[in-house]
């Protein structure tokens, strides 16, 4: 039996998509998302959730495109100069589709701000769906990262108490017993843009899986192994609905959307020179290749304004960059195992169909002469540093023995532990970086808020120097603040 045509029915204050197998409804003209129905539960979506606290509104609503096998519906909101100063300065335009024989429905968004507008600071814009907590009680984001998860109303005191910071609520009379004395925080839920595919909620009666699959990484900015957030309780999901098998789309109605036809290829060979280490050009297995916008060497991790495109080198080397949107680009990579960035001194144009061959790259690692020692990997991790136990008061049982155990809650306050009346004193050739250097330079907690900078000691002798000669100290800095680095040498 052929599935079922999509029908679109239009209300005075909503607008329902329906296609036998789902159906969704959505606020006109605010295009919020109020009502999914599907496999007999009339709605999967959080109902006491209020309308107005559902993100941006828009303004008027159309309808793209309607046929028996897809609808695509428009909900916009325009900005004028009156109303500067209490809008973004943005022309929103939210879409939603839906196709014949599927169970699920795709969004996207445009954004257009033309010039002379005011300039304005848009940190991040995300799609969110709050799910029904007495159906969605257990989370999935990875093979290894699934749980049954608390319920909202155990993050409010009495049943909760908040910690340092207000997204972390240690559970002290959760409505689950066996979670008592959890911790739960957003952010131990979050994960490399590289690996955010898919995520989602599953409710046991009936058996319904809500999942959002993201089928290309290349809005996401700052490049694969920046973090992003994923599910979290709420029941929340934060991204996209859409699959991988099928990207990049040919149904998407906007001229916005280059279809497949429309985009280009880059491949090639990348390959490692440093002969410190090989007399041979090496090629190096997953080294990160990518292309970004025009920009100094490392640039794309502080990009943020365009599309970027990446993958990972088999053992040969080799790389291929598919679907491409058409515009110029810098190919960036860097290679874990071995310092810096590089950058392909040559602008790559990408017209639709190109298909363009860059051939055999090679990086050559900054160098002023042989290695004397190295503490941990340069690989833009610190999984191989130390990551202490958590304290027993602040557990969540998804990560006790688990990869990920860097997650776990309050690891800060475990170095003045460690190390209560002397900083971390690292002695090359006796200490061992998988023990002795913690994962993380931290401040010492000493009163209530009050936190005293940490200094660390590297202690290494050279038997002999050359008088004269230039001897670099290179260190790869990661921070989530601003913070500041002082170095004394002696």
Known sequence: MPPIAVRLYIQDQHVVMDNGILKVTLSKPEGIVTGVQYNGLDNLMEIINA??????????????????????????????????????????????????????????????????????????????????????????????????????????????????????????????????????????????????????????????????????????????????????????????????????????????????????????????????????????????????????????????????????TDTNGSFSIANVRSGDYNLYAWVPGFIGDYKYDVTITITPGSDINVGDLVYEPPRDGPTLWEIGIPDRSAAEFFVPDPNPMYINKLYINHPDNFRQYGLWERYAELYPDVDLIYTVGESDFTKDWFFAHVTRKKDDKIYKPTTWQIKFKLDTATQNATYKLRLALASATLSELQAYFK
């Open 51 to 312: 309308e107005e606290n559902r993100g941006i509104k828009g303004t008027s609503f159309s309808v793209i495109q309607q046929d028996e096998n897809q609808v695509e519906l428009s909900f916009t909101r325009t900005w004028d100069i009156s109303q500067k100063g209490t809008v973004i300065p943005l022309n929103i335009d939210k879409r939603f589709i839906m196709l014949r024989g599927t169970s699920g429905f795709y969004t996207y968004a445009i954004y257009e701000h033309l010039q002379g507008w005011p300039d304005f600071n848009l940190g991040e814009t995300r799609v969110a769906f709050k799910l029904r907590k007495d159906k969605f009680q257990y989370m999935t984001m990875a093979d290894n990262r699934h749980r049954k998860m608390p319920m909202p109303n155990d993050r409010d005191p009495p049943r909760g108490q908040p910690l340092a910071y207000p997204e972390a609520v240690q559970l002290i009379n959760p409505i689950d017993l066996s979670m008592k004395g959890e911790v739960d925080d957003k952010y131990q839920y979050s994960c490399n843009n590289e690996n955010n595919k898919v995520h989602g909620w599953t409710c046991a009666d009936p058996l319904i899986g809500f999942w959002q699959i993201t089928p290309s990484d290349e809005f996401r900015t700052g490049g694969p192994v920046k973090q992003n957030l994923t599910s979290h309780v709420g029941p929340t999901m934060l991204a996209m609905l859409m699959e991988v098998r099928c990207w990049p789309y040919n149904f998407p109605a906007s001229d916005d959307f280059p279809k497949a036809d429309q985009r280009g290829s880059v491949s090639g060979r990348l390959l490692v020179r440093d002969r410190y280490i090989n007399g041979e050009d090496i090629a190096v297995d997953s080294t990160y290749v990518g292309l970004a916008l025009p920009g100094d060497v490392g640039s794309w991790q502080r990009e943020c304004k365009s599309y970027q495109f990446w993958t990972r």
